[in-house]
């Protein structure tokens, strides 16, 4: 469902050994600004407007990473890959129509389960607000949260400090996520399917610098799968001009 | 969650994250039916355009440059609950074989790609040959640099050359996008691989003076192809824009 079945042969034999990042529409949309921040510094080619466009908000605009003159649309839903086919990006722009997200769940974990992706990683955040206190005086690293599914450990060898429950919104629970949208759905559904994913949930509120929160999550990213060589800067794409 | 704004007051901030995410096991059904009224309406053999006036200024437009159509259905997007009043979009067709599609009132985005979905398959026995979508934004929307003009247009990447005439026209800059059942449609178009353009009318004010003037910037349309082809002539929409009715600008006085 994130690609038609023409794009969806194109990668069947690249998928065994592909990563998938996907962002959460979370607090402060750090999980987007972090795809944006991958899409713009690892040179990612567009491959598809995906079809779970339908299933979202509708938006579209000129591209957001290529430079004026280029006719290239920006949609409410993207795939973008490198050219050796080992990673696949999406950028949601748009949330889910409010009836919809249970449908986008199921039909994404079982695109993932389908197509045997190797390994899946979600960038996400909740509020810093309503964590414990042991957070609220943690250091930077530490605000990044990490969870790894049970069949995550293989596939992401270098994450240390990780949990393996993550627990959804409940008031009454310390260890809980608020704000971090589908993440803990998304992530439960994977582990119970043995699928290798990890989960950077960012500790933040909203108003806050969360351009910084973002590159936090990609640095800690890149220390994990190493995307980009640590010195170089990430590249800030043309469409955030005005934050 | 609230905030201080410039002033200093403390105003709710929006955000996209709920204070408490929700139980996807449990989410509600659509408070809305989108339908065809009636429900099998004679479809064309063939479309060469698909006209889409989105708004009141789109719609103004339209009104006053149309030539002479019929009108075949309704796509309607109606409330579960009796006391909201229904959404219409208003679909005529002519004999030339292009298809206008009004919606004076915005329909809520959550039904906005349903409605496209309905538009382009219930009416014609194949797709548009090309869809031209018109809509309106207010200036002081218009993010980055100043606009430099009140007419604006982005294109699906298969308006090619069947589009020509599209140059002349300054496209949308990043980070400006468009949204609700325009940008459906473009998305719509993109998906299915199909020719389509939106254009866009910047305005300055809800006044009627400017309303007359966002909805005269749409007969920059003209330049796009053949899209002339299905207008009256400049003058006689002219004459019939400024016939608007003040206070009732979706009638003519």
Known sequence: MLLTSDDEASLSNYAPNMTLILPAISVGNVGQLAVDLLISSLDLELIAHSPANKLTLPLVGPSAYIQPGSKQLSTAVEVYSNKEKTLLVVQQRSDFISHARKEFLDSLVEWIVKMKIKRVVLLSSAFLSSQLDSFLQCSEVEKTRRFLSKAGSAAFPSVDNFEQQMVSSRFDDPKSLRGAGISTSLFQRLDERNVAMLALVRLCNEGEDNVADAVAVVNLLNDVISLKPVDKEWKRPISWMDL | ?253
Request: contains cysteine.
């Open chain 2, 1 to 253: 969650m609230s905030g201080p704004t410039f002033f200093g007051e403390v105003l709710p901030l929006n955000s996209r994250a709920g204070d408490v995410d929700a139980d996807f096991e449990t989410e509600e059904p659509a408070n809305f039916s989108v339908s065809v009224d009636p429900e099998m309406p004679k479809k064309l053999d063939s479309c060469k355009l698909l006209l889409l006036a989105h708004g009141e200024h789109a719609c103004c437009y339209i009104k006053a440059a149309k030539m002479e159509t019929n009108h075949v259905a309704d796509i309607v997007v109606a409330s579960t609950f009796e006391s909201a009043g229904a959404y219409r979009l208003e679909i005529e067709s002519s004999s030339s074989g292009y298809l206008l599609a009004l919606c004076q009132r915005e329909i809520p985005s959550e039904y906005a790609y349903e409605v496209i979905e309905l538009l382009m398959t219930s009416f014609t026995a194949s797709p548009p040959e090309k869809c031209l979508i018109l809509c309106s934004k207010a200036t002081v929307l218009h993010r980055g640099e100043a606009a430099k003009s009140n007419i604006s247009i982005l294109s699906s990447t298969n308006a090619g050359s069947d589009w020509s005439g599209v140059t002349s026209v300054p496209y949308l800059t990043t980070p400006n996008t468009i949204d609700g059942l325009p940008a459906a449609a473009l998305t719509f178009c993109e998906l299915h691989k199909m020719s389509a353009v939106v254009m866009t009318s910047w305005y300055q004010s809800t006044g009627h003076s400017d309303l007359v003037q966002a909805a005269r910037s749409f007969d920059a349309a003209r330049k796009l192809s053949t899209v002339g082809d299905y207008l009256l002539a400049s003058s006689a929409v002219s004459e019939n824009l400024a016939k608007l009715h003040p206070k009732n600008p979706q009638y003519f006085a």
